[in-house]
Nanobody, 126 residues
Framework: QVQLVESGGGSVQAGGSLRLSCAAT???????????MGWFRQTPGNGREGVAV???????IYSESVQGRFTISRDMTNNTLYLQMNALKPEDTAMYYC?????????????????WGQGTQVTVSS
C-alpha cells in the first residue's frame, strides 16, 4: 500500500524559506515515476487548495498565488517529492499535504488524488 509522509514544515518569518519533503513508500520507482504528484494546502474552515503538481520531472503547474516563489521537484531515485518555498508570506500559513494520482489529468484540483500524506504545518509570521 502506498504511503506518503511529509516533513519539513515549521515556523518562519515573512520573507523566509522552507523546504518540504514527501517520501513515498510501498511503491516501486517505476510506478512512482508514472504518478502525478502534488502539493495542496488547507486552512481551518476551508477546502484544500492546489499549490503545485508535477508530472515526470519536467511538467509543472503552479497556482497563481505561489508562481515564482515555490518550486516543486521530485527525486525518482528515492521516491521523494519536494516543495521549495521562498519569499514566504503570512497568507502561506496552512497545513500542507502531498498527494499522488495514478491516472487521469494532472491538475491542481484535489479530485482524483488517491493517496494523501498526513500533512505538515507551515506557519509564517509577519
Amino acid at each position: 500500500q502506498v504511503q506518503l509522509v511529509e516533513s519539513g514544515g515549521g515556523s518562519v518569518q515573512a520573507g523566509g524559506s522552507l523546504r518540504l519533503s514527501c517520501a513515498a513508500t510501498g511503491v516501486s520507482r517505476l510506478t512512482y515515476s508514472s504518478y502525478c504528484m502534488g502539493w495542496f494546502r488547507q486552512t481551518p474552515g476551508n477546502g484544500r487548495e492546489g499549490v503545485a503538481v508535477i508530472v515526470r520531472n519536467d511538467i509543472t503547474i503552479y497556482s497563481e498565488s505561489v508562481q515564482g516563489r515555490f518550486t516543486i521537484s521530485r527525486d525518482m531515485t528515492n521516491n521523494t517529492l519536494y516543495l521549495q518555498m521562498n519569499a514566504l508570506k503570512p497568507e502561506d500559513t496552512a497545513m500542507y499535504y502531498c498527494a499522488a494520482k495514478r491516472r487521469g489529468n494532472c491538475a491542481l484540483e484535489s479530485n482524483g488524488f488517491e493517496y494523501w500524506g498526513q500533512g505538515t504545518q507551515v506557519t509564517v509570521s509577519s
